[in-house]
């Protein structure tokens, strides 16, 4: 509607502006893919869309309008229902044990019934043996006869295909479960591989370059490494540091931005909004571009393209910059939020990735390089990032298994994921924690090379010798760790990065722990 906006804080959806950080859109709504799912169906005046609440996108499938757990759930008909067994499959409206159960019946009345045996099949909503028997069509209704009796030879060809049992092999079954995590855009899309991008009346489907990459327009984007640029309807790919700016006319010597000289300034490689004091800057030592404003180093922090007045303790959390040694002030994953105006004290505020847990009935689960905050339920476990139904699978070391027959549920139910450096306490934070490069991982030890010991209320850094060894008594708890990334780690359990920057991570430990 002609308004310019940031798009780190608004997304626009409908010709609306909605406030909030990592929004993206579902038709006219704005939504959170990390914490909900968007489900599409029709085209044009047909287009429907609907947000399923409390379920990642990354996560979700859709059945219809309404998102579900692949994992734990199936779609049948356009019904989500839970799984029976890890590996189970459609029989009309409901899921069946393809290994322990028979789904017998025309398809507009299917049943499913107990398997009476390896060789026993349909015969209508019957099962006959067919080591002894036939099933026969006759007066247009299934039989089941002796095999030697004379309708066998002569009608068991042509038994219409409801009464026959058809075996599903695992890759029938593999490709179904395939279908089932397709979501709307337009013909569908594989939700873990692919990017839907674009408008709601122009979609594209994009092979996804990695699981971090997002849509930009009909392109995507690394937000690591790139900044979407959105500018009047037109949206762009630039780097991070990068300015991002509108495109009018001009050039600015060999940097691909396009500028207006009459209104703005090229300084630095940078463009700004051109002010009556900035002609006067020119050749001014010092001065340093922050995304389209020049700004003092000295005096002032640049976040992310956005300049604050610089003060002890004070840092970056996205566009916005805090006190790390406010503990009513939580940051999570670059968004910052205020805890005395949610009602939460320092102490309870946990992140989940960009999100602060809000409420007591939710659990977060955390894998390596994701965050994903689920809605409690019993019986239900963090692997990882995957939130699993302890009587279907069974969890070590950040993989799922199918729970086999005769499987102890107390032998199984680990739980296995990362607890977020972010999330500790200070007394624990600002005590000796480690940090290493993993060299190898065993069922019984993990071996660190280049480990650092910090001690954050002395603001020390002590080189431990190395190769440093940490004793894992039960593997299955800690979660999958790859060799030659670093972690932090203590001599119970290894910590996930919140920051993805050694460095970053480490000049926060001692900000927060030295003198505060």
């Not at 006759?138 to 026959?164: F, G, K, L, T, W």
């Not at 001065?287 to 003092?296: A, D, I």
């Not at 894998?367 to 990032?385: A, I, P």
């Not at 480490?506 to 505060?516: A, G, P, R």
């Amino acid at each position: 509607m002609g308004i310019e906006y940031d798009p780190h804080e608004f997304v626009c959806c409908g010709n609306k502006l909605h406030r909030g950080t990592g929004l993206s859109c579902c038709g006219q709504q704005a939504f959170n893919p990390d914490i909900a799912t968007c489900c599409e169906e029709g085209q044009g005046s047909t287009f429907t869309a609907n947000v399923t609440q409390g379920l990642s996108g990354r996560v979700s499938a859709c059945c219809g309008l309404e998102a579900y757990n692949p994992l734990n759930e199936i779609c049948c008909n356009s019904t989500v229902v839970a799984k029976p067994v890890p590996m189970a499959e459609c029989c009309g409206k409901g899921a069946f044990d393809v290994e322990n159960q028979r789904c017998c019946g025309p398809n507009d009345d299917k049943k499913i019934v107990t398997m009476a045996s390896t060789h026993h099949q349909c015969c209508g909503h019957t099962q006959y043996d067919t080591m002894s028997q036939c099933c026969c069509w006759m007066n247009r209704s299934s039989q089941i006869q002796p095999i030697h009796s004379n309708c066998c030879p002569e009608n068991s060809a042509q038994i219409p295909q409801h009464v026959q049992h058809v075996s599903t092999t695992v890759s029938q079954l593999q490709k179904s479960t395939a279908k089932a995590t397709l979501k709307s855009c337009g013909k569908g899309f594989d939700a873990g591989t692919h990017l839907c991008c674009g408008p709601f009346f122009n979609k594209k489907i994009l092979t996804r370059k990695s699981s971090d990459h997002r849509c930009c327009g009909h392109e995507q984007y690394d937000p690591k490494t790139e900044r979407c640029c959105w500018h009047r309807g037109t949206s762009w790919r630039q780097p991070l540091k990068s300015c991002c700016c509108a495109t009018v006319s001009g050039h600015c010597d060999s940097t691909p931005t396009i500028f207006n000289p009459l209104t703005h300034i090229c300084r630095n490689g940078c463009v700004s909004v051109r002010k009556p004091w900035m002609d006067q800057l020119h050749g001014s030592p010092g001065q340093h571009c922050c995304g389209t404003e020049l700004y003092q180093p000295h005096s002032e922090i640049c976040c992310d393209g956005h300049r604050h007045r610089r003060e002890e303790h004070r840092h970056c959390c996205g566009i916005r910059v805090y006190n790390v040694n406010d503990p009513q002030m939580k940051c999570c994953g670059g968004t910052l939020y205020n805890l005395t105006s949610l009602g939460k004290s320092g102490p309870d505020a946990l992140c989940c990735g960009s999100i602060l847990q809000k409420e007591l009935n939710q659990v977060c689960c955390s894998s390596e390089d994701t965050e994903l905050l689920y809605s409690n339920k019993r019986g239900y476990q963090c692997c990882g990032h995957m939130y699993y139904n302890i009587s279907l699978w069974s969890c070590c070391a950040g993989k799922l298994s199918p729970v086999q027959p005769g499987q102890h549920l107390d032998k199984m139910t680990t739980e296995c994921t990362f607890l977020s450096v972010n999330n500790l306490n200070k007394i624990h934070l600002c005590n000796k924690i480690k940090i290493g490069t993993i060299q190898s991982v065993s069922p019984h030890s993990i071996v660190f090379n280049t480990v650092l010991e910090i001690q954050g209320t002395q603001a020390t850094v002590e080189a431990l010798p190395s190769p440093y060894m940490l004793q894992t008594p039960n593997h299955c708890i800690i979660p999958k760790l790859t060799p030659g990334k670093t972690y932090f780690f203590d001599e119970a359990q290894v910590f996930s990065d919140f920051n993805h920057n050694s460095l970053q991570s480490i000049y926060f430990i001692m900000s927060k722990c030295f003198h505060s």
